[in-house]
């Protein structure tokens, strides 16, 4: 297969899908969809939104801003990747879908503005762990975070018939172990 170079206005569209993405593939169903997982220390989709929503919150565009107000000379702000975990399921799904919908729009808008030319794409950040990164690197992992994720979420809901589909678990490989 042959990987492609970044380019920002797909990683753009990306990112502007994957809330409607996962309104088209959660919107509506029973709850109990929702907050199935794959067992003990696994998120389930609900839990899956509520991390995307702390992201888009905390992380993504923090990062870009550092990277543009500071280059190298600070380091990011470590990101707590259980931190929704605390969060109470008071909120429904539909709600979840439009506060992710209403900050990802609203994140990338923003990062339109901030991202002009393609050498803002070459700028460099400090990672807590990972030391130097670039612009380019950060947006990349932002836009396959969402297939990662939403990736995680299909997992999850096929394992939940996973003891109902007979014979054909053989020939299912989103149901065979790693």
Known sequence: MSMARFKLNDALEILSKTPKVLRMLLGGLPDE???ANEG??????????????HGEKTDWLIRVQTI??????????????????????EKSLPMLLDEFAAIRS?????????????EDLNRIGKHPDFGIVTMRELLSTWTVHDFNHI??????????????????????GILQPK
């Open 33 to 35: 969809w929702i907050h």
């Open 40 to 53: 003990e220390n696994t998120w389930s989709p609900y839990e899956v939104l509520g991390h995307l929503i």
């Open 68 to 89: 543009i107000d500071h280059g190298d000379s600070k380091t990011f702000e470590a990101f707590d990747r259980k931190a929704h975990l605390q969060n109470k399921k």
């Open 106 to 118: 609203k994140n990338v808008q923003q990062l339109q503005t901030l991202i002009i030319e393609n």
């Open 151 to 172: 990736a995680q979420i299909v997992r999850v809901m096929g394992k939940y018939y996973a003891d109902e589909v007979g014979p054909w678990k053989a020939y299912l």
